[in-house]
């Protein structure tokens, strides 16, 4: 009977904890963003679950994000910007051109992801400004049993 217990603790232990299937980097393009007033944030949601479904490795409800890469170009000195990645209400700046941002949890691939970007100061600008060439490297995994 105690050998019997034990195989069933360690199944419900092996249940519970999901096995790395795959892992792979997604290559994503966004829009170029266009910054026509100071002071007024601009969003841009960002598909990740269609660059997922879309390069055929992963099925994106089953894929979770583990962290970001990204790259992107402004047309003036970046202090007179804000850029921030963000996952529903919660935000992390992007406090330079490019960088790596790492997920403290692993968010669903179908996760409403988008990139929030801001213009100090007043007024309409003119011409208007943009926010260009923005490529993200998606890190996913796929779970087994997710």
């Known amino acids: 009977m105690a050998a019997l217990m034990t195989a069933a603790a360690l199944w419900a ?6 096995v790395q299937a795959a ?3 997604v290559m994503m393009s966004v829009e170029s963003l ?3 007033q100071r002071g007024h944030w601009y969003m841009r949601p960002l598909a990740v ?12 409800d089953r894929t979770r994000v583990t ?3 990204w790259r992107y170009s402004l047309t003036s000195a970046p202090g007179e ?5 963000c996952l529903e209400e919660r935000c992390a700046m992007l406090a330079a051109r490019r960088g790596k941002l790492t997920l403290p949890t692993r968010e669903l691939a179908t996760a409403p992801f988008s990139l929030k970007v801001y213009r100090n100061g ?4 003119k011409p208007a400004t943009h926010l260009d ?11 087994e049993g997710a």
Do not use: F, Y
């Open 34 to 36: 266009t910054i026509a």
């Open 67 to 69: 962290a970001i890469h």
């Open 81 to 85: 910007w804000q850029v921030m990645l």
């Open 49 to 60: 679950a269609d660059a997922v479904r879309d390069s055929g490795l992963m099925a994106p």
């Open 13 to 18: 232990a092996t249940l519970a904890t999901p």
């Open 122 to 125: 007043r007024g309409v600008l």
């Open 133 to 143: 060439d923005i490529q993200l490297v998606i890190d996913v995994e796929s779970l």
């Open 23 to 25: 892992s792979a980097a």
